[in-house]
């Protein structure tokens, strides 16, 4: 049911009808009443999906669902346009920049009750006025051209939240906790398969005689009989085909929006990493004797992207069989079963050395990423761990963590840098386990390189983590000083470096000063601009502190900056979100890192319980009462007195809403105080 009190969009996929209504404007009701209309509004329904599944408006590479725009295009579009690869993107770019957008001439649907004027004598019945033109026109935003369209519906511009963007499909609605995006893919899925052919069914007889243009040109049919004798074997045949189409179907069938399969890697998919190989850096120095060079330069980046726990690195024997062969690397993307491929040459002449590396995207087949180093052949083995570790990091800024990754590495030692790249790798999963460990990795860094800041403030930040996270009960007044004092130490070696004052902001947090607290996370994003960290910090200060619509900008800003973000970054800003009351916007990410968690990335327990908190503030009790189950399950400790522990906004009131949500899903009744834990 469409709400007419604010700003919103319906589309129904049974009838191919959009309805917008815009505050104290007419409401559009648009039909896309034919094949081609049909297709391009279920590429918008594609866009609008895609971004309410990562829980924000931006750009919507299509390259990355082809299979669902063939599948549209052979279904609902009737196969009016071609489905090859470059012709369906450069049609669509074509309509979305120049077709969609024209509301006055309507090209790609009717408006009821309104007649376009081809003459003076036909008038309009509906008419237009500018600000609703401008508004739908508004909405079609592209980046790139033809082949490499990105598509965004820009519904911001429009006040209108991702939310209040609803699909029907028959009797199903997203209003009603349905999938009818999910539903409408799965019904065109099952109208494209043949209808399988029943046992004893038998052959149609062909009847129609020989047509006087065949007899012309000398072309006769089989006779009766001679059909008769074919139709058992190629019955027999299409039998089996079509048993071992359906067979193989229900093995292999992807869901909505997934990479074609010949690009996916299964053990990536587990993982839930980007995905890579590295090819043999080619050797174009012409003598053979120089191999050892390329060789080692490609060993050297396998070995220290195998460090990086976000990446899936395939392993140097199953690349290394692509040493001196000419390759494709679309081909050796599916062979090998990644994303992304790296490749590059080395050159070495008298005591001068170039190499030249680039990134590609072997789905698009897109270069992300490509450089060219000159250097002098000094000291090879500090040569081949600087170029290693300036190319690692470009892949970590492309792959990972964006462009914040520039700061982390300030280390000439590559032991150090190599003990900081698995230290942070193991830190992000917020366990007791792993922040010990990383903890001693941090340590075993500032030993090889004292003067690393990043170091030092990665050292505070696990002391940290054990208030942040009651790992530390007995005396976390001790682990908060440790913090502190490591800050300090860092900014004695650079005080330009934004995390320190995000580590002490999170620290003036936990004790309460939550004016420190702001202060310090906004001089961290003054440092920092262009942080992820730093804004995703910041916007839990925020919403602790009782600012959920400022912690929604930091947290939207850090996820941009970091499209590849961390599980735990999808936590704040989902808790920013939930604070403000934007609970299916909340429960969007809480999914999103529940999926993650199951796979290592952070707490399960703790995705859970988020899950069972916002669920229970909806009052749909059911799913809270399942979730809060999963979390005690999980972590038996899970009370009312860890949840004071780990909270620390400075309105009772916002504390009391957890424990009364808990309270409604069935958390035993335990009494405790709604006070900031610490003062310390």
């Not at 262009?530 to 400022?550: K, V």
């Not at 939930?578 to 529940?594: D, M, W």
């Amino acid at each position: 049911m469409v709400n007419k009190d604010k700003s919103s969009i319906e589309i129904d996929l049974e009838r191919f009808n959009l309805h917008l209504s815009l505050l104290d404007q007419k409401p559009l009701d648009l039909h896309f009443d034919t094949p081609s209309r049909r297709f391009y509004l279920s590429v918008m329904t594609l866009v609008f999906h895609q971004m309410k599944e990562e829980g924000q408006v931006l750009f919507v590479p299509l390259t990355k669902h082809a299979d669902i725009l063939v599948l549209l295009n052979e279904t609902v579009g009737g196969s009016v346009g071609s489905s090859e690869h470059r012709n369906l993107l450069s049609r669509i770019y074509r309509k979305w920049k120049d077709a969609l957008p024209d509301l006055e001439a309507a090209p790609l649907f009717r408006v009821p009750g309104r007649r376009k004027e081809y003459n003076d004598v036909s008038a309009k019945t509906y008419d237009f006025d500018d600000n609703t033109k401008d508004a739908w026109a508004n909405l079609f935003a592209y980046r790139g051209s033809g082949e490499n369209i990105q598509l965004r519906l820009s519904i911001d511009r429009l006040g209108i939240s991702l939310e209040d963007v609803t699909f029907v499909y028959g009797s199903d609605r997203e209003t009603e906790g349905k999938n009818p995006w999910g539903r409408f893919l799965e019904s065109l899925r099952e109208k494209s398969q043949p209808p399988p052919i029943q046992a004893g069914a038998k052959m149609p007889e062909i009847k129609n005689p020989t047509s006087d243009n065949e007899k012309t040109h000398g072309v006769t049919r089989p006779s009766k009989t001679g059909w008769r004798n074919l139709a058992l074997p190629v019955l027999l045949i299409l039998m089996a085909l079509v048993s071992l189409t359906l067979g193989l179907r229900s093995l292999i069938e992807e869901p909505a929006g997934s990479t074609p399969r010949s690009l996916q890697s299964a053990s990536a998919q587990l993982q839930g990493k980007p995905s890579i190989a590295v090819l043999p850096f080619t050797n174009m120095s012409g003598d053979p004797d120089q191999e050892y060079i390329a060789d080692g330069i490609t060993e050297n980046i396998i070995s220290a992207l195998a460090k990086i726990g976000e990446i899936f690195v395939i392993a140097r024997n199953s690349t290394f069989i692509y040493k001196n062969k000419p390759v494709k690397v679309q081909q050796v993307a599916e062979d090998l079963g990644v994303r992304y491929v790296l490749e590059g040459s080395v050159q070495k002449s008298a005591d001068k050395i170039r190499i030249s590396a680039q990134l590609i995207d072997a789905a698009s087949g897109y270069h992300l990423w490509a450089e060219m180093f000159d250097r002098d052949m000094e000291d090879f083995f500090q040569l081949l761990d600087e170029i290693t570790r300036e190319i690692v990091v470009a892949l970590q800024i492309n792959l990972t963590h964006g462009e914040q990754v520039r700061r982390w590495y300030v280390t000439a030692n590559f032991e150090a840098w190599g003990e900081i790249a698995k230290g942070i790798s193991i830190f992000e999963t917020y366990t007791k386990a792993n922040n010990e460990k990383a903890r001693e990795l941090f340590e075993k860094t500032v030993k090889l390189d004292p003067d690393c800041a990043f170091a030092w403030v990665m050292l505070g930040w696990t002391y940290y983590i054990d208030v942040r996270f009651a790992f530390n009960t007995k005396n976390p007044g001790e682990s908060l000083k440790k913090a502190f004092q490591y800050a300090d130490k860092a900014q004695s070696i650079d005080d330009t470096l934004p995390e320190i004052p995000a580590l002490r902001g999170d620290i003036y947090l936990i004790q309460g000063q939550y004016d420190m607290a702001i202060a310090e996370g906004q001089k961290s994003i003054e440092l920092g601009p262009n942080s992820a960290l730093c804004y995703i910090l910041f916007a839990q200060t925020l919403y602790y502190a009782g600012n959920p619509g400022r912690a929604i900008a930091m947290g939207e800003q850090a996820l941009r900056l970091c499209p590849n973000y961390p599980a735990w970054y999808a936590v704040k800003l989902g808790r920013s979100y939930s604070t403000a009351g934007r609970y299916p916007e909340a429960i969007r990410l809480f999914k999103q890192v529940l999926v993650r968690a199951q796979k290592g990335e952070f707490p399960l327990w703790l995705a859970h319980s988020h899950l069972a908190v916002t669920y229970s503030m909806m009052g749909q009790t059911e799913k809270a009462q399942f979730h809060l189950a999963e979390t005690i399950r999980l972590n038996p400790g899970y009370s009312f007195e860890l949840v004071r522990k780990i909270n620390f906004y400075k309105d009772p009131k916002d504390l009391e809403a957890i424990f009364n949500a808990l309270s409604k899903a069935g958390l035993p009744d335990k009494k405790t105080s709604t006070k900031t834990p610490l003062r310390s």
